[in-house]
């Protein structure tokens, strides 16, 4: 069951609410973007949390490091939605992917983990898969990718803190947290950085709708998966992600990843997976 519902996370729900807001992107602020995926996904946390927990569930042993969480996840998706007004999902999704890459070298400072040789050598290799898909060149790296790379690091640092704060709060505290910085300063903003929409606003609202509400169903099947099956078993269903934006990215936008995105994103995968191997193993 743990895995049926990462499967459905990974491959139907996360796609179709990244090529919502990939759609999005071209056309409204991103405050009103990050407003809707906001609403859509708290709306879905607190049915799920709610009846059990109550208010009980704003309760945190350590609010400070909640809401710095919470800030770091906010700011990776503005950075994240930038990027992909320009960028193909595909590649966004590959360069992504090196967030938990990120976190075996994150945890060394700030979690006081040991990393062995062999998660050093899955990192060198996952960095080696960054570089075929970024291809940096003797321009420089284009900004949208920068912007990408910016998301995934402070992507990596959000999973580092909710590493932390597992050991002091409930799993519907850190929730409830995750998109709350998102949801009260994008409504704080959105009202001096709203667009309507012109032209074809079923679509439109549609996309909205889809961000807040696929977004949050998209979160709500990852908890559910975690409650069901242990980390080290679902963990590898993630990169599922990569068929659900190949396909939607090529018949919304028409992209098709060049080869050289699909031989990165296969040695950052593979990178992935091999850390999840030897963290099973550690443990």
């Known amino acids: 069951m743990g895995i049926m519902f990462i499967v459905l996370s990974s491959v139907l729900f996360a796609p179709l609410s990244q090529t919502a807001t990939k759609f999005l992107a071209g056309e409204f602020p991103i405050f009103q973007i990050m407003f809707f995926r906001a609403l859509g996904q708290t709306t879905w946390m607190f049915l799920f949390f709610w009846p059990k927990h109550g208010f009980g569930m704003f309760r945190s042993a350590n609010l400070p490091l909640q809401l710095t969480r919470s ?59 960054a570089l075929i898909v970024i291809q940096p060149s003797s321009e420089g790296v284009p900004t949208a990718v920068l912007w990408l790379i910016g998301a995934a690091f402070l992507f990596a640092l959000y999973q580092i803190l909710t590493r932390k704060l597992a050991a002091v709060d409930s799993e519907a505290t850190s929730a409830i947290y995750t998109i709350l910085v998102s949801l009260f300063v994008s409504a704080c903003v959105v009202p001096w950085h709203y667009q309507s929409p012109v032209g074809n606003e079923a679509l439109a609202w549609g996309a909205f709708a889809a961000t807040g509400l696929l977004g949050g169903l998209r979160h709500f099947f990852v908890v559910k998966a975690y409650a069901l099956a242990p980390a080290s078993v679902i963990s590898p269903f993630f990169y599922g992600e990569l068929i659900g934006v190949t396909l939607l990215g090529f018949l919304v936008f028409g992209d098709l990843p060049t080869t050289a995105t699909w031989i990165g994103a296969a040695v950052i995968i593979s990178s992935g997976l091999y850390i999840a191997h030897r963290e099973r193993i550690r443990r």
């Open 71 to 129: 800030t770091l996840l906010f700011v990776s998706s503005i950075f994240w939605i930038k990027a992909i007004a320009v960028v193909p999902l595909t590649t966004a999704s590959a360069i992504n992917f090196t967030a938990p890459i990120l976190v075996v070298m994150l945890s060394i400072p700030l979690l006081g983990e040991k990393v062995g040789l062999h998660r050093w050598g899955a990192v060198a290799l996952g960095f080696v898969g």
